[in-house]
């Protein structure tokens, strides 16, 4: 006779992570208040986005401007945050590092993760006054917290087959490293970084915000000043534009990726 | 009679309780193919790891008389490459026991990059040099596993089952290729294999394994009068 398993053994850790997700969110719900008062949400909502068409073009010039130093800003600080992110993730990867160096450097990710980069940018504006290179310092800080992470998993995760392999060969544990490991873990590093890449053109377009460069500045200046939200929507389209040429053709680089490594395509 | 690169003395094998094989004792000479045969599960892998230093054997011993330790290579039967590195990059790791960090942090010496394009054409893969080994075949791939253990210039080479994956016309192109580098090198080759056509062809000796008996193993010499 068949025997069912009992109700219970269906739970893994998944179920229960989401059972108790789930009644997070459904008690937290009372505690989710309004103002209590009679407001006309739709009208309310109608009236304030009236105002941001038709978007004003005649900024267009003056806020490509800011988005080409938005755009630089972010590659910039994504090439930096790369460089630092590789050093430090070696001695955070398990597999690589000793453990006195594991746990301090992981502390150190752990407390600039802990940092948002609004505060980033509010710290290098302190430092370094309001221009560009705030925002450059902010993003990169912001971005070796985790682009440092990323690349420490993947390094744990990568095949390390051929670097053994190549140690059994003579090849010193650095050289194993970089033509035995590194090969392995570059195509998802490269994914990581073109990912990162896109999150900072988002975030340099906010940091502006607390006078970091960019965009932002922009955007600040038109919500505070009256009757500029059709300003205002235009530098959104504008970020919306690049922000969405950079998910395609982030997306179109990383399908080759993953196509290649998988041996989809053999010219 | 010349020295012995390697010998293993009384050997016993052993994994996970099961006993694979007994009292071997087998010297390896320069100059000589040694083929070991048997079906799977019977031993050889775990025979060549042990001949390579990789594991440990739970009776006897295995003696290593090569003056250094890295004339000594093997060609994996999972081959063991970087999957997102290019062919000619993965046949270049050979070479690295023979050069510094800095000397190959950026590009490998000239000279070395000639060996390794040539092995390549010598197995038939130098259109195939650029490419990412991911996109090759598991034939393709072995070559390459080949070229690049070939390329560290072994005297004794132990190949775990080199041409498994190749029809039979280019699987001997390749054992003839293995058999004359090592030779060449007055080395020896120890290769597993499964098609006794192979073993007859290019063998000099022949362990074949039985995964019944651990001690059925039986050691036969194919060409006494060469060896003699």
């Not at chain 1, 909502?45 to 004003?56: A, E, G, K, Y």
Request: hydrophobic share 45%; aromatic share 8%.
């Amino acid at each position: 006779m068949k025997t069912e398993l009992p109700w219970h053994s269906r739970f893994d850790l998944l179920g229960i992570t989401f059972l108790l997700f789930l009644l997070g969110a459904i008690g937290a719900l009372p505690s989710i208040e309004g103002s209590g008062r009679d407001l006309d949400y739709w009208g309310n909502l109608s009236r304030f986005t009236s105002q941001f068409f038709p978007p004003d073009w005649s900024i267009l010039n003056r806020t490509l401007e800011g988005l080409l130093e938005t755009v630089q800003i972010a590659l910039v600080s994504t090439l930096l945050s790369i460089v630092i992110s590789i050093v430090l993730s070696i001695c955070a990867a398990r597999t690589i590092a000793p453990l006195w160096l594991l746990w301090p450097t992981r502390m150190i990710l752990n407390v600039i993760r802990t940092i948002p980069s609004l505060l980033w940018a509010l710290l290098a504006v302190v430092i370094v006054g309001s221009n560009p290179l705030a925002g450059v310092i902010a993003l990169t800080f912001y971005s070796v917290g985790y682009l440092a992470k990323f690349f420490s998993e993947t390094f744990e995760a990568a095949d390390t087959d051929a670097q053994q392999a190549l140690r059994s060969l003579g090849a010193s544990p650095l050289q194993a490293f970089q033509f035995g490991l590194w090969p392995n873990a570059r195509p998802i590093i490269w994914s990581h970084c073109l990912w990162m890449l896109e999150y900072n053109v988002r975030s340099a377009s906010i940091i502006g915000y607390v006078g970091a460069g960019g965009i932002g500045l922009h955007l600040k200046l038109y919500a505070e000043s009256a009757d500029s939200w059709n300003k205002f929507s235009l530098v959104l389209l504008c970020i919306l534009v690049i922000v969405t040429v950079l998910d395609f053709t982030g997306e179109k680089i990383r399908q080759s990726i993953r196509d290649k490594l998988e041996g989809k395509k053999s010219n | 009679m010349s020295t012995p690169l390697l010998t293993a003395q009384e050997l016993g094998l052993r994994i996970e309780n099961r006993t694979l094989l007994k009292g071997l004792t087998l010297s390896l000479n320069p100059g000589t193919f040694v083929a070991v045969t048997g079906p799977s599960g019977s031993g050889k892998t775990t025979l060549l790891r042990t001949l390579a230093g990789e594991l440990e054997p739970a009776e006897g011993k295995v003696v290593n008389h090569l003056d250094c330790p890295t004339r000594l290579a093997m060609i994996f039967q999972d081959l063991q490459l970087a999957d997102g590195a290019t062919a000619l990059t993965n046949v270049l790791g050979g070479s690295l026991g023979r050069h510094s960090f800095l000397s190959t942090l950026f590009r490998f010496p000239s000279d070395e990059r000639e060996k390794a394009l040539h092995l390549l054409a010598q197995f038939g893969l130098s259109g195939k040099s650029n490419q990412w080994t991911s996109t090759l075949s598991r034939g393709e791939r072995q070559r390459v596993a080949a070229c690049r253990t070939l390329l560290s210039q072994p005297q004794l080479l132990l190949a775990d089952e080199p041409v498994s994956s190749l029809d039979p016309s280019l699987a001997d192109e390749v054992l003839t290729h293995l058999s004359n580098s090592i030779s060449g090198k007055n080395g020896c080759l120890v290769c597993a294999l499964h098609n006794d056509e192979q073993v007859t062809k290019f063998a000099d000796l022949v362990l074949r394994l039985d995964p019944s008996d651990p001690n059925g193993w039986k050691l036969e010499d194919l060409k006494p009068k060469e060896v003699a």
